[in-house]
């Protein structure tokens, strides 16, 4: 693989903040693959929670998240080191916002199936 | 901090930069690793080799990611580290966290069109 272009504009910056941003993406990765094992748990281990259709479309949802996530962490690391490099402010990011919706959806269907399936049982 | 500290000195914590990103690096093997074995046991709850096949691949993704630790580790032990990580490392471990979601999605999938046939007994939609 070849020396992207972007490597050379700039300035290397302090090595604390390319570190601080690799961290930062790996952060964001194993956030993507702690919903992802969150989505097949609940698939996998958790057979009587709620109508099986909608278990089924959350952990489905969840995969699809990790997904995107994962290729959105690297776009963004790609784009703070070319920020850092050139002297640029970071760039603003809705990422927090939809990880947040993401969590909280997944967080209220869980309790309203905990809540129902109690009931039943 | 001491004001000279701030104006001319290492920054305290200057070294554990490093230390904190080989951790974060051993971090996310871990979390591959965990990834990986879901994998590997839907593939044998659900009957499907193919699944069984990738478990055992991103296995394989989080010892590269272990030695990628290592290779973080000895790059980052200068005095002044300023190593970049190595070239398509980061793509890398992006792209084995898509192969790990697409296994997941269609894990979900194929267990329930196990289901969906009568292989597990009430769990049909």
């Known amino acids: ?121 | 901090m001491s004001a000279a500290a701030a104006a001319g000195g290492q920054p305290k914590d200057a070294g554990l930069q490093p230390e904190r990103t080989v951790l974060s690096w051993t971090r996310t093997a871990f979390a591959v690793a965990v990834n990986a074995l879901l994998s590997l046991r839907a593939g044998f709850v659900a009957g499907e080799p193919a699944l069984v096949a990738v478990g055992a691949l991103l296995l394989a993704a989080a010892a590269a990611v272990v030695a990628l630790a290592a290779v973080r580790r000895a790059q980052l032990s200068d005095v002044s580290p300023s190593a970049p990580p190595p070239r398509g490392a980061l793509l890398s471990v992006t792209a084995a966290t898509v192969v790990a979601a697409i296994a997941g999605v269609w894990s979900v999938l194929a267990v329930q069109g196990a289901a969906g046939a009568g292989g597990v007994p009430g769990a049909a939609s």
């Open chain 1, 1 to 121: 693989m070849r020396e992207p272009t972007w490597r050379q504009e700039g300035e290397d910056p302090d090595y604390r903040f390319t570190l601080a941003n690799e961290r930062t993406f790996l952060a964001w990765i194993r956030t993507a693959l702690a919903l992802l094992a969150g989505g097949v748990l609940l698939h996998q281990l958790a057979p009587t929670l709620g109508p099986r259709v909608a278990v089924v479309i959350l952990s489905v949802a969840l995969g699809v998240a990790a997904a995107a996530l994962s290729v959105l962490s690297y776009t963004r690391w790609r784009r703070n080191e070319i920020a850092i490099r050139t002297g640029r402010p970071l760039p603003f990011s809705r990422l927090l916002v939809v990880l947040a919706i993401v969590c909280a959806v997944t967080a209220g269907v869980l309790t309203v199936f905990l809540i129902v399936s109690d009931a039943v049982a």
